[in-house]
């Protein structure tokens, strides 16, 4: 016991200093000095100590060496953002601001989609046409050519006559009044592109399977019934009724002549 209270009044041996003994004849400030290396051993704390708060060493105090950064330090001079960017690229450089590559094939400015070619040129190697074709090429040079077949005729006239429309229904639905870049022929038909025979239509309209609140249905014209009464009576999907009518098959479907219907698969 009287040992253990001698311990506790003994003090620093350093002049000046009344700190409590640790070790070695030291206060636990000194022990600590002599264990980093620093021979100054005077009372009290060092002005700028490797402890002390203001010390622009410390990791606090110290910011990104990168100029503009106002980030903290992180490691090696460097705050976290990048210092993971130097270790993932190599470079402080950030992804984007590096220049975008650009197609390889010579005089051609578009950027990269794949395999260093752009779109175009990658289309055309994909398609087997020449890379160094000029662009704008129509008809069978085209490399989209489909032997000049298309859904409706003089596609070119409907064209026109529905940027015409849209313009002048100001892009939205003559039916429901949401917006749209679509159109409907009023008679089902795919040669009268006439301006009376063209109105603007959203797609939702435009789908629909029963067609009376737009336009008499063609298959009302055709068979005395929409196409959603078809498949009411006779107890079948849309898509059924609509399989039979492109195959020709649905007149003999809807008078159920077995024999005719089974002769004519």
Sequence with gaps: MKQSITMKTKTCKIEGCEGPHCAFGLCDMHYNRVRSGISDMRPGKLPKSPWAKDNPKRRE????????????????????????????????????????????????????????LCSLHYSRKHNGTPLHRPKGIKGPLNHNWNGGVAEYPNHYKMKKMRLIVLEEANYTCHYCGKPTNQIHHKDQSKDNHSENNIVACCQSCNLKGERSKISDSKYRRLYNKTLKELANELKVSIWTIRRKHKQGKLTAYIRQDIQYYLSAI
Excluded: T
């Excluded at 705050?79 to 975008?100: E, M, Q, S, T, W």
């Design 61 to 116: 105090n110290k910011g990104c060496s990168v100029p503009g950064c106002e980030k903290p330090h992180y490691a090696k001079g460097l705050c976290c953002v990048h210092y993971a960017r130097n270790l993932r690229n190599g470079n402080l450089i950030y992804k984007k601001d590096l220049p975008k590559p650009k197609c390889s094939v010579a005089g051609c400015e578009e950027l990269i989609l794949a395999k260093g």
